[in-house]
């Protein structure tokens, strides 16, 4: 696990001198990162592989527009799209049918989903988030799971080996995931690992996988891939959504749902 969490942390790294420098050269990053050139090429041919970069001789230049920005606070995104969330949310609450367990992602946007939830409707709710916590702690119709861990301040939500834990012997009728960035190619991804490792184990606990992002989610690439597009049933999203996704989405075989 620590071998996992340093190559993740060294190749975030990289990211941020790409994004400062356009380039870097596998030497000097060697002498800084105190590993092999062998293990640097390894971690440029990942980002290359992911479109973060394309490999030169003896480095790799950023590929320009490939890469989403950095991350957000979450008092930034909890602002963008708010209308948006808003409209999503409620569309993706409406999908629920009583009785039923769902888990539903860190997020703003699912957060907007558990404010929708039907307050007469009986339901099993398994969370991460804080926000989604403090919102269904007061509803007696829901039965509120929630998976502890390792608090990351950055978005109030729960990741690591207990929070993965937690999820083992789980199991629910539907998963509503968040994205930082979903490509019609290369799928539904994150800029944070450990959000991306615990979001694949949840996508596995659910019967089906319903995700909700805004249209500004789309054509955006983080680091870290969760999932493929036709790994989920449906998609609600806001208008903004282009015709071309859609048609792309459609093929796969993914329903979407504009609210």
């Known amino acids: 696990m620590i071998v996992r969490r340093d ?3 060294r190749r975030e790294r990289i990211v941020a001198m790409l994004r400062e420098q356009n ?18 090429r390894k971690d440029l041919n990942f980002l290359d592989a992911k479109g973060v970069c394309t490999r030169s001789p003896g480095g790799a230049l950023l590929r320009l527009g490939a890469l989403s920005p950095a991350e957000e606070t979450i008092d930034v995104r909890r602002k963008r799209y708010a209308d948006e969330k808003q409209r999503i949310g409620r569309a993706a609450a409406a999908l629920i049918e009583p009785g039923e ?4 992602d860190s997020g703003t946007t699912t957060l907007q989903v558990a404010r ?7 339901l099993v709710v398994v969370t991460n988030d804080v926000g989604i916590m403090n919102e269904l702690a007061a509803r007696e119709s829901v039965q509120l799971v929630f998976l502890g861990g390792t608090l990351r301040r950055k978005n109030l939500s729960f990741y690591g080996t207990q929070t993965e834990r ?6 629910v009728d539907k998963l509503f995931l968040a994205a930082d960035g979903f490509h019609a190619e290369r799928g ?8 991306a490792l615990l979001n694949r184990l949840m996508c596995r606990a659910a019967s089906e996988i319903i995700a909700v992002a805004d249209s500004s989610k789309f054509g955006r690439i983080c680091l870290h891939q969760i999932l493929e597009p036709r790994a989920i049933s449906r ?8 015709a071309e996704v859609r048609a792309e989405l459609a093929r796969a075989g993914v329903g979407v749902i504009i609210a």
């Open 23 to 40: 380039s870097v050269q596998i030497h000097s990053l060697a002498s800084m990162f105190g590993v092999s050139t062998q293990t640097l």
């Open 116 to 122: 929708h939830l039907n307050a007469a409707h009986p």
């Open 188 to 195: 539904i991804t994150t800029h944070y690992e450990p959000e």
């Open 7 to 9: 190559t993740s942390s």
């Open 101 to 104: 367990s769902v888990l539903l």
């Open 235 to 242: 998609l609600v999203t806001d208008a903004g959504i282009s």
């Open 166 to 171: 937690a999820l083992e012997g789980l199991h």
